[in-house]
Each structure stands twice: as C-alpha cells, then as structure tokens.
C-alpha cells in the first residue's frame, strides 16, 4: 500500500518510520483521502533524530476536505502530546508533536489546489483513484530563482537609515527594543550574502553543514546581549560586513548609490560615539 521509496530516508530512523506508516495508514482507511505524499527532507534526505515528518493528504473535493477536518479532535492517533491548528500558516494544516520528540506536519489539499514548487521535493506515498504525475514532474523539477538586485539601492538606503534608529535605541538606554529591531538589518545583510552566492534568497536552514562558517564567525558579534557595549559592537560590525558587501556588487554593477560618504561616516561615528 505504502510505496517504499516514501519511507526511504526514514530506514534508520525506525520511530519516525513506524509513526510515519501509522499516520499513512490511518488516512488510507479515511473514505475522504485519495492520495499521500511526504516533503521535506522526508522527500530530499539529510534526515536525523530531529526531523520532522511532513505528510499530505489529497482529498476527493473541497467538501471532503471540510468534511475530514470537522472530525480532527477525533482522530484516533495516540501518543501525541500536543497539537495545534496551524492555520495562520495556511488552510487545512495541523501541528502535532508525537512521543518521544516527533515533529509531524499534517496538510490536506484537492486535486485542483496541490502544493506549489517551492515546497517540494515530494514524494508520492499512496495513490488510491487518482494520478499525481503530472504535478510531479512539475513540482520536482530543478527549482532556482536568480538573485534579483532591482531593490538594492533602497535597501542600501534602509540599512543605513535603521543603523541610524538604532543609533537612538542605544543612546536612550532602550537596549531590550534594540536586540529586537537589529534583525531587521541582518535582514539586508542575509539578502545580500544569498544573492553575492548566486542564490534568491537567504536560506538558514542547516547553516552550519553548508559550509558557511565563515559567514556565521564573521555575523557572531551582530547577535547581542542587551548592553550598551554590545550593541555598539554588533552595529560597528553590521556596518563593516555591509561595507565589504557593497565592493563585491561594486565589481558585479556599475551601482549608483544614493547614500552619500558623509552620511555614511557621520552615522559610523554617531555609533562609534555612543
């Protein structure tokens, strides 16, 4: 029933292989279901202990899929601890986290509403009376954006002028409200370090096995304690990696920044000064 290439990467994992056939087995049975499939790295690999397990359901129409979900608090699956509906992150999505540790995304879909591309990769679990081939093949096919630098000037722009707020959040003491805001500038920084690799995005997830040590060492000190001399610090930082940044899109475009050197170097020694 359970096609053995869904559980793969689960082999040596033999608690998230046995709840991941409970729960596959459990909505097989369900008169609603259709069809199952996995994702994340239960799909791509790289799974450990702490993995999650993400399963879809793929309901017979919009109907059922209300139908099976009025009926979620009653679900037979024991050995959950806690469940939530996660609905704030999309519709028909369920949180539960199983013993002994187990993460597990439940997510139910129609034929007609599958999930996109920049979800995947899938894996096909089941099928019970419909084909997913076509969205497959779609779904799995390589998937890269290429870094868009349209907004990069602005950003530039924005990294300075939230320096500068900052600035004001130390100097007026509010040290707690600065731990908090300074995300928004390693927000830029992030961005540019995805697209200076060639990459959309900023992706976190399992920095340290990508290779980007340097990176982290060098971003340490911009993930301060909630101290005077430590958000001093952590700007005088942000601004000397977004510094070495510029060069490099300097050597990539012929960039005509709006933030003028005397701005630069009075907000540098506002900080330096504080």
Same mark, same amino acid.
């Given at each position: *029933?359970?096609q053995? #290439?869904?559980?793969?990467?689960?082999?040596?994992? @033999?608690?998230?292989?046995?709840?991941?056939?409970?729960?596959?087995?459990?909505f097989?049975e369900?008169?609603?279901?259709?069809?199952?499939?996995?994702?994340?790295?239960c799909?791509?690999?790289?799974?450990?202990?702490?993995?999650?397990?993400?399963?879809?359901?793929?309901?017979?129409?919009?109907?059922?899929?209300?139908?099976?979900?009025?009926?979620? =608090?009653?679900? @037979?699956?024991s050995?959950?601890?806690?469940? *939530?509906?996660a /609905?704030?992150?999309?519709?028909? =999505?369920?949180?539960?986290?199983?013993? +002994?540790?187990?993460?597990? /995304? %439940?997510?139910?879909?129609? %034929?007609?509403? $599958?999930? +996109?591309?920049?979800?995947? @990769?899938?894996?096909?679990?089941?099928?019970?009376?419909?084909?997913?081939?076509?969205?497959?093949?779609?779904?799995?096919? +390589?998937?890269?954006?290429? @870094?868009?630098? !349209?907004? %990069?000037?602005?950003?530039? #722009?924005?990294?300075?002028?939230?320096?500068?707020? !900052?600035?004001?959040?130390?100097?007026?003491?509010?040290?707690? #409200? #600065?731990?908090?805001?300074?995300? /928004?500038?390693?927000?830029?920084?992030?961005?540019?370090?995805?697209?200076?690799?060639?990459?959309?995005?900023?992706?976190?997830?399992? $920095?340290?096995?990508?290779?980007?040590?340097?990176?982290?060492?060098?971003? !340490?000190?911009?993930?301060?304690? +909630?101290?005077?001399?430590? *958000?001093?610090?952590?700007?005088?930082?942000?601004?000397?990696?977004?510094? $070495?940044?510029?060069?490099?899109? /300097?050597? $990539?475009?012929?960039?005509?920044?709006?933030?003028?050197?005397?701005?630069?170097?009075?907000?540098?020694?506002?900080?330096?000064?504080?």
């Open positions: *029933m359970i053995s #290439e869904a559980l793969k990467y689960m082999k040596n994992l @033999p608690q998230h292989n046995e709840l991941c056939k409970k729960i596959l087995n459990f097989y369900q008169p609603e279901v259709v069809s199952a499939f996995v994702s994340g790295t799909a791509s690999g790289n799974m450990d202990e702490y993995s999650d397990l993400d399963l879809g359901f793929v309901c017979t129409s919009e109907e059922s899929k209300d139908k099976i979900w009025a009926r979620r =608090f009653n679900w @037979p699956l050995d959950w601890f806690h469940r *939530m509906d /609905d704030h992150v999309k519709p028909y =999505f369920i949180i539960y986290l199983f013993e +002994p540790h187990i993460h597990v /995304d %439940v997510s139910f879909y129609t %034929v007609e509403n $599958l999930p +996109p591309q920049a979800g995947g @990769p899938y894996e096909v679990a089941y099928n019970k009376s419909v084909s997913l081939d076509s969205w497959l093949k779609k779904v799995n096919s +390589p998937y890269k954006l290429s @870094p868009d630098w !349209s907004n %990069v000037i602005h950003e530039e #722009e924005r990294f300075w002028t939230w320096v500068h707020a !900052s600035w004001g959040h130390v100097a007026r003491g509010e040290y707690y #409200e #600065e731990v908090h805001f300074i995300a /928004d500038i390693r927000k830029i920084i992030h961005k540019w370090h995805a697209r200076l690799n060639g990459e959309d995005n900023f992706n976190m997830r399992r $920095l340290e096995q990508r290779g980007e040590t340097q990176f982290i060492e060098a971003m !340490s000190p911009s993930f301060p304690k +909630p101290n005077r001399k430590e *958000m001093k610090k952590a700007l005088l930082n942000l601004i000397q990696i977004h510094k $070495l940044q510029r060069k490099e899109i /300097d050597k $990539l475009f012929d960039t005509q920044w709006k933030t003028s050197q005397k701005a630069k170097e009075k907000i540098t020694n506002l900080i330096m000064d504080v």
